[in-house]
């Protein structure tokens, strides 16, 4: 069992910067690929990116692309989403998560969902 905690969100005016965190703990998640989804008011959960397990390898939504970098630590068993030049609309809350199987963007294919931080952004 791996348990997942996400800290970092908060507000910040459009063009600023904010970092998420994840921390693990429970089941070493130093050999786990990683997930960050987020879901805004409305919408379903959709995927902004993953990490693999030793961070060799790296995918992003098209939307975060060239503003948004996930990397990760596995000595703190921590993985964390840098995101610059936020827009309105990457308000949202922010989850990560273990990825299990299938596709990197299906969210269906992770488990052991942390509880989410919010992050708005304002114009």
């Known amino acids: 069992q791996v348990q997942l905690a996400e800290s970092g969100g908060g507000l910040v005016q459009a063009g600023g910067s904010l970092r998420l965190s994840c921390a693990a703990s429970?089941?070493?998640?130093?050999?786990?690929?990683m997930g960050w989804f987020r879901q805004a008011p409305g919408k379903e959960r959709e995927f902004v990116a993953a990490?693999?397990?030793?961070?060799?390898?790296?995918y992003y939504a098209d939307s975060v692309k060239g503003r948004f970098t996930i990397s990760r630590d596995n000595a703190k068993n921590t993985v964390y989403l840098q995101m610059n030049s936020l827009k309105p609309e990457d308000t949202a809350i922010y989850y990560c998560?273990?990825?299990?199987?299938?596709?990197?963007?299906?969210?269906?294919?992770?488990?052991?969902w942390g509880q989410g931080t919010q992050v708005t952004v304002s114009s």
């Open positions: 998560a273990v990825w299990i199987s299938g596709t990197y963007y299906a969210a269906r294919g992770y488990d052991y």
């Open positions: 429970g089941r070493t998640s130093s050999s786990y690929d």
């Open positions: 990490i693999s397990w030793n961070g060799g390898a790296t």
